[in-house]
């Protein structure tokens, strides 16, 4: 193992983590790698690469395995989720044209009666399943084009630097982040659907991806200052408010950015202790969910 500095004085980057600095060397080609990438070997370290031409050092394939920022596997597809997701909203959207009453049935509601004389539906009355399946719905077109627009250059991006797992946990927790803000806030009887809870949450993600690269933050600045000034103007509806839910919007960018923090702040060298505090933030954020929405159900029952 060697450790030096660049003739500046300035610890050099990781040859794979840029943004990581290292002191250590892979012993065979003399890169800089960080403690996320280096391997054992006979003596010293070695990069993957090294490893994978053949260095003999007997680990498993997983250890070679090159992971980006935040941990995530790096593969061929960087944007495979969010072309699934892009697919299930549109799909869905497309069974609710054929099927209208998809919309009662799955759309955000705390509390209703169908009609006179009928059962109590709604979160409260059990079906906490809305608060996830509503994410998923919207009803015009414009609505739609507009969400899957934003997930695409929203999502994209942010899944290749987090990975699948972790960008997939983002935007669930931030989608029901928003449903128990809406479900806390506005009346029972009010019918909410739409993506824009996760949307906002990849937006308070790519926030703290943004500063933890160290990059500019004016221009994303901008855009949540955009986004929220969208969310108070009065230019179209979600669900049947002829409104756009606020309260989607602000718990999503909240839960997103709680998220975001605790998969991105946890530095590289903390091995399974990364895993551990971002896995455990998405537990406590979830929890926390699930906190909001037994408050509500407690005053509604």
């Known amino acids: 193992m060697e450790s030096d500095r660049s003739d500046t004085g300035r610890v050099p980057g990781c040859y794979r983590h840029p943004d990581h600095e290292t002191g250590i060397r892979c012993t065979r ?7 996320d990438c280096m391997i054992n070997a006979s003596v010293g370290f070695q990069c993957p690469e090294c490893v994978r031409s053949g260095s003999g050092t007997g680990h498993v394939a997983a250890a070679n395995t090159p992971r980006g920022i935040a941990g995530g596997v790096v593969v061929a597809d960087t944007a ?15 069974a609710a044209l054929l099927a209208p009453a998809v919309l009662v049935q799955l759309e955000l509601l705390g509390r209703y009666v169908d009609y006179l004389g009928g059962p109590l539906e709604g979160v409260s009355t059990g079906q906490y399943y809305r608060l996830l399946t509503s994410v998923f719905l919207h009803e015009q077109w ?9 997930l695409w250059f929203l999502g994209a991006p942010l899944e290749a630097a987090l990975g699948r797992a972790r960008y997939l946990a983002v935007y669930l927790l931030s989608g029901l982040g928003g449903s128990a803000l809406v479900y806390l806030l506005t009346p029972p009887n009010m019918p909410t659907l739409g993506a824009s809870g996760a949307i906002f949450g990849l937006l308070g993600a790519t926030v703290v991806l943004m500063r933890r690269m160290r990059y500019s933050m004016r221009p994303i600045i901008v855009m949540v200052v955009l986004m929220l000034l969208l969310t108070f103007v009065p230019i179209g509806g979600i669900g049947g408010t002829g409104e756009i839910s606020w309260q989607a919007h602000i718990g999503g960018l909240i839960t997103g950015a709680l998220v975001g923090l605790g998969m991105l702040l946890p530095p590289a060298g903390a091995g399974k ?4 505090v971002q896995w455990g933030t998405c537990a406590a954020v979830f929890l926390l969910v699930v906190a909001v929405v037994l408050v509500r159900t407690t005053e509604l029952v």
């Open 273 to 276: 202790r990364r895993a551990l």
């Open 142 to 150: 414009w609505h739609i084009i507009g969400n899957m627009t934003a």
């Open 29 to 35: 080609c003399e890169r800089p790698i960080c403690t």
């Open 80 to 94: 495979l989720v969010t072309k699934v997701l892009v697919g299930i909203n549109v799909a869905v959207f497309f």
